[in-house]
Structure formats: structure tokens, C-alpha cells
């Protein structure tokens, strides 16, 4: 029940009208206080918020070493097919950028050599 409800009011938020989600909601509301089931309303908000958490986490995001390399970053990533927003200072790479989008990702940074090239020499 609590996915029905979780997957109906998603999917009325992914479609952009304010009034129509808020409408579902309030709907959502009188039926579950009409039900005698108010009880479920925390799990239904626990789900959704795992939904958004899950979204966010999934979204291409790039990250680069300085803040000067973000437009090239956006650019490049951009032209290898991954589209994000905005590109975000990752402090541990030392150079270069890296992007990832659903389970790819694109390393374009010094980090990755270094990291091997310790293995190497300490192995």
C-alpha cells in the first residue's frame, strides 16, 4: 500500500504542476484519515524521501580539482554525453576532472595514475 501511495504521489510531482501535486496530496490525506490509516503517512514521507535521496545520488554530477577548470570540465564531460548542471571543487583530485552518470564514470584526473602507480611501487 504504502509503495501505491509512494508511486502516485511521484509521479504527480514529476509532472511540474504545483496545484495538481498539492491536490494529490491533500486527496492522499482525506482518503487515509477517511481509511483510519493517518498512521501510514510518516512511512509514505520516509519513502519519498528515500525516492529523492536515490534521484540525487544518481544524477550526473561533475567534479574537478579547481574551481578555474569548471566550464572546460561541463564542456568536455558534456561532449562525452554526460550533462550536468554545474561542476563541483573535489579537493582529492589533484588535477583534471571526472564525471559520472548512471554507473559510468569518466576519469579525466592525475588521481587515478597516482593511485596506481602507488600500487605499483608498494606492491
Same mark, same amino acid.
Given at each position: @500500500? =504504502?509503495?501505491?501511495y509512494?508511486h502516485v504521489?511521484e509521479?504527480e510531482?514529476?509532472e *511540474?504542476?504545483?496545484e495538481a501535486?498539492d491536490?494529490a496530496v491533500t486527496k492522499?490525506v482525506?482518503?487515509?484519515?477517511?481509511?483510519?490509516?493517518m498512521? @501510514?503517512?510518516?512511512?509514505i514521507? #520516509?519513502?519519498?524521501?528515500k525516492?529523492a535521496?536515490?534521484?540525487?545520488?544518481? #544524477?550526473?554530477?561533475?567534479?574537478?580539482a579547481?574551481?578555474?577548470e569548471?566550464?572546460?570540465?561541463l564542456?568536455?564531460?558534456?561532449?562525452q554525453? @554526460?550533462?550536468?548542471?554545474?561542476?563541483?571543487?573535489n579537493?582529492?583530485? =589533484?588535477?583534471?576532472? #571526472?564525471?559520472?552518470?548512471? *554507473?559510468?564514470? =569518466?576519469?579525466h584526473s592525475?588521481?587515478? *595514475?597516482? =593511485?596506481?602507480?602507488?600500487?605499483?611501487?608498494?606492491?
Amino acid at each position: @500500500m =504504502i509503495d501505491s501511495y509512494t508511486h502516485v504521489l511521484e509521479a504527480e510531482a514529476a509532472e *511540474g504542476e504545483r496545484e495538481a501535486a498539492d491536490a494529490a496530496v491533500t486527496k492522499l490525506v482525506a482518503h487515509l484519515k477517511s481509511t483510519g490509516r493517518m498512521k @501510514m503517512l510518516p512511512q509514505i514521507l #520516509r519513502e519519498l524521501e528515500k525516492v529523492a535521496a536515490r534521484r540525487l545520488a544518481l #544524477r550526473p554530477k561533475v567534479e574537478v580539482a579547481s574551481a578555474g577548470e569548471c566550464a572546460a570540465a561541463l564542456r568536455a564531460a558534456a561532449h562525452q554525453g @554526460m550533462k550536468a548542471e554545474r561542476a563541483t571543487v573535489n579537493p582529492s583530485l =589533484i588535477r583534471g576532472w #571526472r564525471a559520472t552518470s548512471a *554507473g559510468q564514470l =569518466i576519469d579525466h584526473s592525475a588521481k587515478r *595514475g597516482l =593511485i596506481s602507480l602507488y600500487q605499483k611501487s608498494t606492491t
